[in-house]
């Protein structure tokens, strides 16, 4: 499936009717083709609005909520980025349009491995994918302009928090996995973090260990 003109206008569309309205998230988000990261029965789903399984029991996520996650990290061009959760390598590859560097980590080394090859295939040299427990974040490369978690903590975690610099921003879903979660952006300042309430979502926990593949 090709992302043809028609298709491209529909997602585009699907975008700013949810609130998807900053250019160069959007510019970003039309460059990578959600396709190249969703594999089999599913392919043909790639450009709808909706989450999609991936190996290992987790999910692709919905494009609108790739996007307003994206739009609430207003990451500038010099900026360095930390994901926890790799899982396709979809969200990795949109930050990678708009930082200078990013990081992203996921328990399950094949869902790592096969996010590098997409990497490799489409050019994005500026990505590094590592099997990590993302709960832990990346000590050796912090502080980060940027840290976006895509699975669902209580709480955002603690060593997250003390690896994002002053004046950075965290955006993570937070809440109970089995309940409606809400998503919020945190904002580092100088005498401790603001915290502000986005949307509710649903994201799969954020779970400590590394996963059996």
Same mark, same amino acid.
């Given at each position: 499936?090709?992302?043809?003109?028609?298709?491209?206008?529909?997602?585009?569309?699907?975008?700013?009717?949810?609130?998807?309205?900053?250019? /160069?998230?959007?510019?970003?988000?039309?460059?990578?083709? /959600?396709?190249?990261?969703?594999?089999?029965?599913?392919?043909? /789903?790639?450009?709808? =609005?909706?989450?999609?399984?991936?190996?290992?029991?987790?999910?692709?996520? &919905?494009? #609108?909520?790739?996007?307003?996650?994206?739009?609430?990290?207003?990451?500038?061009?010099?900026?360095?980025?930390?994901?926890?959760?790799?899982?396709?390598?979809?969200?990795?590859?949109?930050? #990678? &349009?708009?930082?200078?560097?990013?990081?992203?980590?996921?328990?399950? $080394?094949?869902?790592?491995?096969?996010? $590098?090859?997409?990497?490799?295939?489409?050019?994005?040299?500026?990505?590094?994918?590592?099997?990590? =427990?993302?709960?832990?974040?990346?000590?050796?490369?912090?502080?980060?302009? $940027?840290?976006?978690?895509?699975?669902?903590?209580?709480?955002?975690?603690?060593?997250?928090?003390?690896?994002? /610099?002053?004046?950075?921003?965290?955006?993570?879903?937070?809440?109970?996995?089995?309940?409606?979660? #809400?998503?919020?952006?945190?904002?580092?300042?100088? #005498?401790?973090?603001?915290?502000?309430?986005?949307?509710?979502?649903?994201?799969?926990?954020?779970?400590?260990?590394?996963?059996?593949?």
């Amino acid at each position: 499936m090709s992302f043809d003109a028609d298709a491209k206008m529909r997602f585009l569309y699907a975008l700013r009717s949810h609130g998807v309205t900053d250019a /160069r998230v959007l510019e970003a988000m039309e460059k990578i083709d /959600r396709a190249r990261f969703v594999k089999g029965l599913f392919a043909e /789903r790639a450009y709808a =609005d909706m989450p999609l399984p991936i190996a290992c029991g987790q999910t692709i996520s &919905q494009p #609108s909520v790739v996007g307003l996650m994206t739009q609430a990290l207003d990451v500038q061009p010099r900026d360095k980025v930390l994901e926890v959760g790799c899982g396709s390598g979809y969200q990795a590859a949109i930050l #990678s &349009q708009l930082a200078r560097r990013v990081y992203t980590v996921d328990r399950f $080394r094949s869902l790592v491995t096969e996010a $590098r090859g997409i990497f490799a295939e489409m050019d994005l040299p500026n990505i590094t994918a590592i099997t990590a =427990d993302g709960s832990f974040g990346l000590p050796e490369q912090a502080p980060f302009d $940027r840290i976006v978690v895509t699975a669902a903590a209580e709480d955002p975690p603690g060593p997250l928090l003390a690896q994002l /610099r002053p004046g950075g921003i965290m955006v993570l879903p937070v809440g109970q996995s089995d309940a409606v979660q #809400s998503l919020i952006r945190v904002t580092r300042t100088e #005498s401790g973090f603001d915290y502000e309430e986005l949307r509710s979502v649903r994201f799969v926990p954020l779970v400590e260990g590394l996963g059996q593949d």
